[in-house]
């Protein structure tokens, strides 16, 4: 069974800095996700990776095959980015990391 | 007009109760999926449907049973709930066509708060 493990649990950030979320898997796998876990419990997906890196806005996402892991970066962060953040990875099923939860103070 | 449905939204039931948790979607995907929230673990998988006529059990089936109504229609049943399945419960989609491409991304309701007594 895959293990997902994310670092750092939880992140307290001042609006503006730049954050990295990390996410590591055990197994080799088909593709990575990072989804969103909104306050209200909504979750939706923010990436699908399986190689090199993708951006989106301020989001950038990469991942390393060869090492099991993968980034999601936030760039001029701003309060509306207070989130749960899950990484998720693809094999017969998916696997879910425990989240990290973010907060971007103004 | 949400794309994955849930109903309820919340629930308050009692220990030996049978429940009823029902998912819909509107995205003409085949394979569905039940999981469960719990506080500082990831969503574990409960139940999975690639079809109407394939169900299987997921990482945490004991306790539970689904039934895939139709395409569209997925629900999750306690058949005598207890407090260690108070959490919260997502739905999701996805399409396998999309797998063979190596894009499959799942989409999620908006997740049921279950409260047993």
């Known amino acids: 069974k895959n293990e997902v493990e994310q670092s750092p649990q939880n992140l307290t950030a001042q609006e503006g800095e730049f954050i990295t979320i990390n996410c590591s898997y055990s197994?080799?796998?088909?593709?990575l996700h990072w989804l969103q876990q909104h306050p209200g419990g909504g979750i939706v997906s923010l990436f699908m990776?399986?190689?090199g890196k993708k951006k989106h806005g301020r989001l950038i996402a990469t991942i390393n095959i060869q090492e099991k892991h993968s980034s999601l970066h936030i760039t001029a962060s701003h309060p509306r980015d207070s989130a749960v953040y899950i990484c998720a990875v693809r094999g017969q099923n998916f696997v879910f990391g425990p989240g990290t939860r973010l907060s971007v103070l103004p | 007009d949400a794309d994955v449905t849930q109903t309820p939204r919340n629930r308050i039931t009692k220990t030996g109760k049978r429940i009823m948790l029902e998912c819909s979607q509107t995205?003409?995907?085949?394979?569905m999926y039940w999981y469960r929230q719990d506080p500082g673990l990831g969503l574990r998988l409960i139940y999975y449907?690639?079809?109407?006529?394939?169900?299987n059990k997921g990482e945490i089936s004991d306790g539970y049973s689904v039934s895939r109504q139709a395409q569209a229609k997925f629900s999750l049943s306690l058949e005598s709930a207890i407090p260690n399945q108070t959490a919260l419960y997502f739905c999701a989609t996805s399409d396998s066509g999309v797998l063979q491409r190596g894009q499959e991304t799942q989409y999620f309701g908006p997740g049921t708060r279950l409260l047993v007594l």
């Open positions: 197994v080799g796998i088909s593709a």
């Open positions: 449907s690639f079809d109407v006529k394939d169900i």
């Open positions: 990776l399986s190689s």
């Open positions: 995205k003409g995907h085949d394979r």
